[in-house]
């Protein structure tokens, strides 16, 4: 792996939409609009992150918070960029959101053929916990259900 990436890790702004809308299509089969990104930015529950070097957006990350549950929505950056830490330093975000704010577990959805992210997520302490038969298409494929959980019975350091 190459040296990481010495990024800011901001706010999803408006200013941000049109880089992320064309990172969502270079990433994803179903990509999100401008639009739906855009919603984001009013929804209370939500919080969007984006990775900055200089003044390039060079990936993001969205968590949907409900009750004490955290919901990882979408994890992308962009390819010359990829492999540099910039994914692991959105999810460290997360974590320590999830911590601070006591929530039980942060959960995401990831297509088992992308075995790059699988290990990013299991070097952060997720593990699979189940499976959702045919939840992606294009091409068509399962979706492995990775968590990690938090347990505040012991005193945390």
Do not use: H
């Not at 959805?109 to 997520?121: D, G, H, K, M």
């Not at 499976?131 to 019975?153: H, Q, S, V």
């Amino acid at each position: 792996m190459s040296e990481n990436l010495p990024v800011r890790i901001v706010p999803m702004c408006d200013d941000n939409l049109d880089e992320l809308e064309k990172l969502e299509k270079i990433c994803f089969s179903r990509p999100w609009s401008k639009k739906m990104l855009a919603e984001e930015l009013e929804n209370q529950c939500a919080a969007f992150l984006v990775a900055v070097s200089g003044t390039q957006v060079v990936g993001y990350a969205g968590l949907l918070v409900v009750a004490d549950e955290g919901y990882i929505t979408n994890v992308a950056v962009f390819p010359a960029y990829r492999r540099r830490g910039v994914a692991q330093q959105l999810i460290a975000v997360f974590d320590r959101f999830a911590r601070g704010n006591r929530l039980a577990f942060l959960t995401l959805e990831v297509r088992p053929s992308n075995t790059a992210a699988i290990a990013l997520y299991q070097s952060a302490g997720f593990r699979e916990v189940g499976r959702r038969r045919n939840y992606y298409d294009l091409p068509k494929e399962d979706a492995l259900i990775l968590t990690k959980e938090y347990d505040y019975g012991e005193a945390e350091k």
